[in-house]
């Protein structure tokens, strides 16, 4: 397959996370799935699945088969990450991003210059440059995209997932989906990644000019 995008790294292999995970791996990309639960690695890397939805499981089984996906509980190089892990709400309602913050603590390790990083998860407005902020803070050595203008090593874009659970193996293709990316160039990365499952509309976008002049 011609793309650069050889090798997908998803952290969270859950209700998003694993269909997402088994989609791509069913494209022919090789796949390396994520999660910090022992139960979710060993049973997916047996070619079964631990949550319920129609059809996964015959497409994870073939998926990890053919050895295009597979589960870890330790994060490798890859040249996306795609994060789909939980952000519950805290008691004050306020949106709990600390396993996002995680998630990236985890994977800081082995990024590389050219990487995209793609959240997925439902998040409040910020929460990419976010992102991005951690991550400059994590690894210093590479120039995150903390403002248009810049050439930033690493490309960081938000797709938020809106499936409906029962049909996410068909909506996950299906569905339009929008793709934001902190710059034009991230949300360009993106679309080439999305565009290798997605039949839906990919519909780029960008944080509104204001956001940048604050
Ligand atoms: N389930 C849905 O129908 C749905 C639909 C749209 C959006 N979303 C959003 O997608 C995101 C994921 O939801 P979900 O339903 O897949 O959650 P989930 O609870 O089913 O799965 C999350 C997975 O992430 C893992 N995880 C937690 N912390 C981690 C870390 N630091 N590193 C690696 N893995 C970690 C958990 O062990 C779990 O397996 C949430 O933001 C949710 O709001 C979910």
Redesign the pocket.
Same mark, same amino acid.
């Given at each position: 397959m011609l793309s650069s995008f050889a090798k997908v790294s998803v952290?969270?292999?859950? #209700?998003?996370?694993?269909p997402t995970a088994a989609v791509i791996a069913s494209r022919g990309v090789e796949v390396v799935g994520?999660?910090?639960?022992e139960h979710?690695v060993n049973t997916i890397n047996q070619g079964k699945i631990?949550?319920v939805e129609p059809d996964l499981d015959m497409l994870v089984q073939a998926a990890v088969t053919t050895g295009k996906l597979r589960a870890s509980l330790t994060?490798e190089p890859a040249q996306a990450f795609m994060?789909?892990?939980?952000?519950?709400f805290k008691d004050d309602k306020a949106p709990d991003l600390s #396993?996002?913050r995680?998630?990236l603590?985890?994977?800081a390790p082995v990024i590389e210059k050219g990487n995209l990083i793609i959240l *997925?998860?439902?998040?409040p407005v910020g929460t990419t440059e976010q992102i991005a902020q951690w991550l400059s803070e994590l690894r210093p050595d590479l120039k995150v995209p903390l403002d248009p203008s810049d050439n930033a090593d690493i490309f960081i874009a938000h797709c938020? *997932?809106?499936?409906?659970?029962g049909r996410?193996l068909q909506e996950l293709v299906s569905n339009d989906r929008i793709i934001g990316g902190i710059t034009d160039r991230c949300a360009e990365k993106a679309m080439g990644l999305y565009q290798l499952f997605v039949r839906g509309e990919c519909l780029r976008t960008m944080p509104a000019p204001p956001r940048w002049q604050s």
């Amino acid at each position: 397959m011609l793309s650069s995008f050889a090798k997908v790294s998803v952290i969270g292999l859950g #209700y998003i996370g694993l269909p997402t995970a088994a989609v791509i791996a069913s494209r022919g990309v090789e796949v390396v799935g994520v999660d910090v639960s022992e139960h979710a690695v060993n049973t997916i890397n047996q070619g079964k699945i631990h949550i319920v939805e129609p059809d996964l499981d015959m497409l994870v089984q073939a998926a990890v088969t053919t050895g295009k996906l597979r589960a870890s509980l330790t994060p490798e190089p890859a040249q996306a990450f795609m994060i789909a892990v939980p952000t519950p709400f805290k008691d004050d309602k306020a949106p709990d991003l600390s #396993y996002i913050r995680a998630a990236l603590e985890n994977i800081a390790p082995v990024i590389e210059k050219g990487n995209l990083i793609i959240l *997925e998860s439902t998040s409040p407005v910020g929460t990419t440059e976010q992102i991005a902020q951690w991550l400059s803070e994590l690894r210093p050595d590479l120039k995150v995209p903390l403002d248009p203008s810049d050439n930033a090593d690493i490309f960081i874009a938000h797709c938020p *997932e809106r499936v409906l659970p029962g049909r996410v193996l068909q909506e996950l293709v299906s569905n339009d989906r929008i793709i934001g990316g902190i710059t034009d160039r991230c949300a360009e990365k993106a679309m080439g990644l999305y565009q290798l499952f997605v039949r839906g509309e990919c519909l780029r976008t960008m944080p509104a000019p204001p956001r940048w002049q604050s």
